[in-house]
Structures are given as structure tokens and as C-alpha cells.
């Protein structure tokens, strides 16, 4: 009965999702969670949309952090690590008294403004200032968001991307800190999701999600410091529309 209630189109969403979610973050470090509940949404409950995201986001940063590790420089990851594990909590423990709907609408607005900007700016302007204060209070930011809605990556992304720093570097930053926000966010809420459907959802996204992962890995080799940071302007304007239809 539980084979039988995956239904052709239901697979076929699944794996659409997996494999566009994971190509977006294979190639950009970025947007799987967004990328991928934009479609699965189409076919899945949302308890259900919300295991496959956590469950296969944690899956495929663990992979992809892997051939990143040699862009990870500690010092500059440690600040944003502190930050997100103090803002994680935070934003768990406003889950039920937050209108998360009307979190993922600000939080839209302001990618799509902020893409907009970063895709028709001829130069985008380089932070210097402030430190590692600055930089733990972006991750505290974007803990609270991850612990809210999932969005853990924005504002760490975003702000790599002000600071100048390469697409390696910036990668080295965000992606791990994603991961780390996802493994949180489960110890703190727990594998209530986790049902007999839920694992073989899981189970079947698999092979389209390490083949978009694998395919993303491949475009992002090939991508020079200018067409990343397009890429990722990109990604994030349409992240942020994908939140607000």
C-alpha cells in the first residue's frame, strides 16, 4: 500500500525536485531547500516536503562539503558557526510564536530586492569593516532564520558575497554553515517526520539528488569568479520569488 501511494507523477515530482535542488547547490553552494519545496510542494504534504528538505539537505551538504574542504579556512568559518549555534535555538523556540508565513514573505521580499540589485549592479560594494563580530552576527541572523523556516543560508551567503571574498572562499563559509544549521536544527526538533513514507521518499530521491549534486559540482568547476557571482545573484532573486508565489 505504501509503494502503491507513490504514484508515477508523485516520483517524478520527487525526483524532479531532488535533482533541481541538488543541481542549484552543487553549482552555487546554495538554494536547495527553496529550489527543491518549490516543486515537491506540488505533490507532497508540507510535513512531508519539510522531512525531505532537512533529511536530503543534510545528506547533500554532506556530500558537497567534502570536495569543498580544502576552501575551509576555520578562522574565517568559526565566527559564523559561533553566531548560528547561539541564533538556532532562538529561532526554534519562536516557532510557535511566529507567524512563519509571514516570515517567508519578508524574507522573499527582501532576496528579490536585494537580487535585483545584485544582477543589474555593474559592481557590488565590498564590506571591510567589522570584523568577526560582524561576521558572527550575520551567522546569529541566519541561525534564527534556519531555525524558523530553513533559510539558514541567506544572510551567510549574501554577506560573503559583500565581503568580496572568491567563490571558494565565500563556499568555504556558507555551505558548511548550512550543514551545520541543518544537523541543529534536527537534534533540536527531533525525526518526528520521519514515518514509514517519509523514509521511502527519502529513499527514492537519492539517486536524482547525488546526480544533481554531481552535475552542479561539474558546472561550478567550470565557472569563473564573475559568472558565480551572477550565478549566485541569480539564485537568490529566484529564491526569493519562489517564497513569495
Known amino acids: ?3 502503491a501511494s507513490l504514484s508515477l507523477q508523485v516520483l517524478g515530482i520527487v525526483w524532479l525536485g531532488a535533482f533541481a535542488g541538488a543541481l542549484a547547490a552543487g553549482g552555487a553552494g546554495f538554494a536547495f531547500a527553496l529550489t ?3 516543486i515537491w510542494l506540488h505533490a507532497l504534504e508540507p510535513l512531508h516536503t519539510t522531512m525531505l528538505v532537512v533529511a536530503c539537505g543534510t545528506l547533500l551538504h554532506t556530500t558537497l562539503v567534502w570536495p569543498m574542504r580544502r ?3 576555520l578562522k574565517r568559518f568559526w565566527p559564523f558557526a559561533l553566531g548560528g549555534l547561539i541564533g538556532i535555538p532562538v529561532g526554534v523556540a519562536l516557532l510557535t ?3 512563519v508565513s509571514k516570515v517567508k514573505v519578508a524574507v522573499g521580499v527582501f532576496l528579490v530586492l536585494y537580487g535585483l540589485y545584485a544582477v543589474l549592479a555593474p559592481r557590488l560594494p565590498v564590506i571591510q569593516g567589522g570584523g568577526r563580530s560582524s561576521d558572527a ?3 546569529f541572523l541566519g541561525g534564527i532564520l534556519g531555525g524558523l523556516g530553513g533559510f539558514s543560508g541567506v ?3 549574501i554577506w560573503t558575497q559583500l565581503r568580496g571574498w572568491s567563490k571558494g572562499t565565500a563556499r568555504g563559509v556558507y555551505q558548511p554553515f548550512i550543514l551545520l544549521a541543518h544537523m541543529a536544527t534536527l537534534l533540536l526538533l527531533g525525526a518526528t517526520t520521519l514515518d514509514a513514507t517519509g523514509f521511502l521518499l527519502v529513499a527514492v530521491s537519492l539517486p536524482a539528488l547525488f546526480a544533481g549534486a554531481w552535475l552542479g559540482l561539474q558546472i561550478y568547476g567550470r565557472l569563473d569568479e564573475r559568472l558565480f557571482r551572477r550565478l549566485l545573484s541569480i539564485l537568490l532573486l529566484l529564491s526569493g520569488v519562489t ?3
Open 155 to 157: 544572510l551567510p551567503t
Open 137 to 139: 552576527f550575520v551567522g
Open 71 to 73: 576552501s575551509i579556512e
Open 1 to 3: 500500500m505504501l509503494v
Open 243 to 245: 517564497l513569495l508565489v
Open 97 to 99: 510564536q511566529t507567524d
Open 36 to 38: 527543491a519545496s518549490a
